[in-house]
T-cell receptor, first 113, second 113 residues
């Protein structure tokens, strides 16, 4: 079945550590996105990529980094510079275009301990 | 920039009640409009969409009409069920903005039997 897979589902990080969240899709979509979800804040865009080897900052990119070396993969690294990383992270993919539906993964809940 | 404003929750209804969740937007030109739904512990999935003025999107008994004159896309359902309990997000994509998907903050709906 085609879909978008995020791993792990739960992740615990010590303060000062970098962690990488995985996002893989087999939908052959060019565009991929990372969102952060906090209670009462909705979804805020961290980074997005419209094509391999290219990506742009979203609204809250500070403290995060991404890469897009393969079409199917868009990993997100939460660095130690991110001051409040505890949140629910959602990855999405779509065909680029104004009418395109975005497909979401199941999310990764990151907790700093 | 683009923005989406939706009614504050939470919304609590009894089964078979009528549902309205208000959504208004700010954008230049003619964005595409979406409603996404998030069930507990999951990612988002598309509920319905409309891509031009006066279009009506519908799915699973939910409807929303793209109103350019009032910049609105209110979600309605005539008779809600317990299984409709979820968080609902209004969103838009603006052409020429690298097709970024911009979300509202979400509205939690709880339907009691």
């Amino acid at each position: 079945d085609g879909g978008i897979t995020q791993s792990p589902k739960y992740l615990f990080r010590k303060e000062g550590q970098n962690v990488t969240l995985s996002c893989e899709q087999n939908l052959n979509h060019d565009a991929m996105y990372w969102y952060r979800q906090d209670p009462g804040q909705g979804l805020r865009l961290i980074y997005y990529s419209q094509i391999v080897n290219d990506f742009q900052k979203g609204d809250i990119a500070e403290g995060y980094s991404v890469s897009r070396e393969k079409k199917e993969s868009f990993p997100l690294t939460v660095t130690s510079a991110q001051k409040n990383p505890t949140a629910f992270y959602l990855c999405a993919s779509s065909v680029p275009g104004q009418e395109a539906e975005a497909f979401f993964g199941q999310g990764t809940r990151l907790t700093v301990v | 920039g683009n923005s989406v404003t939706q009614m504050e929750g939470p919304v609590t209804l009894s089964e078979e009640a009528f549902l309205t969740i208000n959504c208004t937007y700010t954008a230049t030109g003619y964005p595409s409009l979406f409603w996404y739904v998030q069930y507990p512990g999951e990612g988002l999935q598309l509920l319905l969409k409309a891509t031009k003025a006066d279009d009506k999107g519908s799915n699973k008994g939910f409807e929303a009409t793209y109103r350019k004159e009032t910049t609105s896309f209110h979600l309605e359902k005539g008779s809600v069920q317990v299984s409709d309990s979820a968080v609902y997000f209004c969103a838009l994509i603006q052409g020429g903005s690298n097709y970024k998907l911009t979300f509202g903050k979400g509205t939690l709906l709880t339907v009691n039997p």
